[in-house]
């Protein structure tokens, strides 16, 4: 077990406070695609659906590739036949809805890079014919699976981490499919799973990050660890105490006095 960084876990735990400070303006965020392994051809996977919940209201939002097909009144049976439209209908209207709620904070899970993250969904828009209007910006992005490994060490949970923090922490799993479970829903054709999945991601994800953020989130990281030790722990609080450095400048200076004064 590695302990965390003192100074890395303030920066942390301080993000992590701001956010649910501003909990009105943060939605949590996550989404559901096609697997990004092996695939050879170099092709981007394809998204199937995406959610957002406000963090402080738990309101959800959603945007998915059956409920457009659903709409257009278009058959279960022909919608691989009319993918490409059905995804860029459905990602057009989550970048509206990003640009209805400019300034906004997202809370996400591993969402960082081209495969899988809002560059992907960007990647994705351009491949179907069309440029988002609207960017969310990169100090806008709170990674919550990297602010646990700055709060906690980077072994504070077994792989894979979101799974094993839900028994941990005894989080029902319903309608949650890991990585494997949502590539196979995918080829089956089972959208609505996969859509019910990324729902119950970002109430997930909003539960572990309200449990760290009340520090009464369950990991394997032990109390010791988590303060490094009393040593540092006494450390940073002489360091960061006001009123400890005060007392003990001014016991320094009646010592210095005192001692000034037995040589007299």
């Not at 943060?26 to 695939?39: G, L, M, P, Q, T």
């Not at 199937?48 to 278009?74: G, M, N, P, Y």
Request: a neutral charge; charged letters at 25%.
């Amino acid at each position: 077990m590695t302990a965390p960084n003192p100074a890395r876990q303030r920066v942390a735990l301080s993000a992590l406070d701001r956010l649910f400070a501003d909990a009105a303006n943060v939605w949590v965020i996550h989404y559901s695609c096609e697997s990004f392994y092996d695939r050879v051809e170099g092709r981007s996977p394809r998204i199937t659906s995406v959610a957002l919940r406000k963090l402080d209201s738990a309101q959800t939002v959603s945007f998915s590739i059956h409920q457009v097909a659903e709409r257009r009144r278009i058959p279960f049976n022909q919608i691989e036949q009319h993918y490409d439209d059905l995804e860029k209908e459905m990602l057009a209207a989550f970048f509206v809805h990003l640009g209805s709620h400019r300034g906004m904070k997202y809370l996400h899970w591993n969402m960082r890079d081209v495969n899988y993250g809002f560059q992907a969904i960007e990647h994705r828009f351009r491949v179907l014919g069309e440029d988002p209007a609207y960017f969310v910006e990169d100090d806008k992005k709170y990674d919550l699976s990297r602010l646990l490994i700055d709060i906690y060490g980077v072994g504070y949970i077994d792989h894979p981490r979101m799974e094993k923090l839900l028994a941990k922490n005894h989080i029902a799993p319903r309608d949650f499919l890991n990585g494997a479970e949502e590539a196979k829903a995918f080829e089956e054709r089972n959208f609505a799973a996969l859509h019910q999945s990324t729902l119950r991601k970002v109430d997930v994800i909003a539960n572990i990050a309200g449990r760290a953020h009340d520090r009464n989130l369950k990991t394997n990281t032990t109390w010791w660890e988590m303060h490094g030790g009393r040593v540092r722990t006494a450390l940073i609080w002489m360091a960061e105490n006001r009123t400890f450095q005060v007392v003990a400048g001014l016991a320094s200076i009646v010592g210095l006095v005192l001692a000034v004064w037995a040589l007299a």
